[in-house]
Structure formats: structure tokens, C-alpha cells
């Protein structure tokens, strides 16, 4: 006899599996036909299951593409940047800027072909700035992340206190960007080691 445990277990992994493949498959599609041309309907084929049955774990497309820059991509920049003020005070402050800039490259070389698309369309974009803005999401969301810390590092002392926490991280994230985005036209320094020196540099001035 099945207990009602067993049957709400195996809803839940049913619901988790779904999903899953939705995920993947918007992550598949994003990558290959960019963000503006990716169609839930596209997703919902590539998943195996209808657009009602999306509509059902997503509200939205929006929804889909956080879910795969969260979930899908690969340096776990947000997840990191989240958290890293709560670890301020520990290892170096160069070590700690040379894992951003090193999760920035990765998660920016991944992101740059599938979210390019969507400056294309003037409307395009507004839509998902708007959608973004709605759900407390976007780019900027990185730089927040990475002036928290180190505001909480010159609460310790541990950086100047002139120093202007913004700037920093904008001089950091936007030299991982432009590295990220060169290597799509040229060759250009490994990750890792590009990350080293630009934290570094910027931490010698801190």
C-alpha cells in the first residue's frame, strides 16, 4: 500500500523534474537563438511539454531567464555576490575581488550571446527593464552585491576609508565585462589568470 508520504514525495519530484527540463531547455534555446528570438512556445517543445504546462512553474518569460542566469550558467556570480559581504574579514580582500572577477568573466561570457539579443528592439528592451524592475532583478544587481562587501570591508579596516566602494566594483565587474566580451573577437587572456591581475591591481589601491 502506498502512504500518502510516498505519493506527495513523488508529486514533488515529478513537479521538480518538469521543471528541470523547462530550464534546460529554455537555457538550450537562449543560447542558440538569443533571448529576443527564444519563444516560450520554442522552450516548451524543446521540453517536451506543452506552453500551459510552462505557464505553470513560469509567469513569464522574464521568469525563464533569471531561472537559467541563476541556475544555468556557469562562475555562480549571483549566488557569490549574495553572500560575500557576510564573509568580509576573511581570506584577503584581493583573494575575495579575484573570485568576483573570476565568477564575472565566466557568468559574462556565458550571459553576453543570450541576452544581446534584446537590445535590437527599443521595445524589446524597455520590456525587459520594466520586467526586470519589477522583480528586483538586473545587471545592477551584481555591482550592489560587490560595493556591499566592500563596505563591509572598510567596516574592518580592511580597505581605505576614502576609497569609494561603487567605483571599485564598477572598475572591477566593467573590466570583466569587456574582457568577456573581446574573447567573442579576439584572443585574449585566460579567465583565471585575467582575474588574478585585475584584482590585484585594483586591491594594491584599496
Given amino acids: 500500500m502506498v502512504s500518502e508520504y510516498s505519493l506527495t514525495v513523488k508529486r514533488e519530484a515529478a513537479v521538480r523534474s518538469t521543471r528541470e527540463r523547462i530550464v534546460d531547455a ?15 512556445k520554442e522552450i516548451a517543445r524543446t521540453a517536451g511539454c506543452s506552453e500551459a504546462l510552462l505557464y505553470k512553474h513560469f509567469r513569464a518569460k522574464e ?5 537559467v542566469l541563476q541556475e544555468r550558467l556557469p562562475g555562480d556570480l549571483p549566488r557569490l555576490l549574495a553572500t560575500l559581504a557576510g564573509e568580509a574579514g576573511r581570506n584577503t580582500v584581493a583573494g575575495n575581488l579575484e573570485r568576483v572577477a573570476h565568477a564575472a ?3 559574462y561570457d556565458e550571459s553576453f550571446p543570450i541576452a544581446a539579443s534584446i537590445f535590437s528592439e527599443l521595445r524589446l528592451l524597455d520590456g525587459y527593464r520594466t520586467a526586470m524592475r519589477e522583480r528586483s532583478a538586473g545587471p545592477q544587481t551584481v555591482n550592489l552585491g560587490l560595493a556591499a562587501y566592500l563596505r563591509a570591508e ?16 564598477a572598475l572591477l565587474l566593467g573590466a570583466c565585462l569587456q574582457h568577456a ?17 585585475l584584482a590585484r591591481n585594483l586591491a594594491a589601491g584599496l
Fill in 26 to 40: 529554455a537555457a538550450q534555446v537562449m543560447r542558440t537563438q538569443g533571448l529576443a528570438r527564444a519563444t516560450t
Fill in 181 to 197: 566580451f573581446l574573447s567573442h573577437f579576439t584572443e585574449v587572456e585566460a579567465a583565471g589568470a585575467a582575474a588574478g591581475r
Fill in 63 to 67: 521568469d525563464l531567464f533569471l531561472a
Fill in 154 to 169: 572598510q567596516a574592518l579596516g580592511r580597505v581605505r576609508p576614502d576609497a569609494d566602494p561603487e567605483a571599485v566594483a
Fill in 105 to 107: 568573466i565566466i557568468f
